[in-house]
């Protein structure tokens, strides 16, 4: 039996962001909290994206 990867060495690259604190501590209405998390990790992984395409000269045409 073949391993169904066609390779069988790749690098793997991880990054961590700003810590997020969920639920929010000012919301005690569940969906709010729901709501609000998501806009937070929304801004988080975009502004994780522009700071790594920045740090690692990403450019625009190399990203999918």
């Known amino acids: 039996v073949r391993p169904w ?3 069988r060495k790749a690098n793997l690259w991880v990054a961590f962001g700003s810590r997020l ?6 919301e005690s209405d569940r969906r709010k909290a729901r709501e609000l998390m ?3 990790l929304s801004r988080e992984y975009q502004s994780l994206f ?3 395409c ?3 000269g990403i ?3 190399d990203v999918p």
Do not use: G, R, T, W
């Open 54 to 56: 920045e740090k690692y």
């Open 59 to 61: 450019a625009d045409s």
């Open 38 to 40: 998501a806009q937070e």
């Open 21 to 26: 604190v969920y639920p929010p501590a000012n």
């Open 5 to 7: 990867i066609p390779f």
């Open 50 to 52: 522009a700071e790594l």
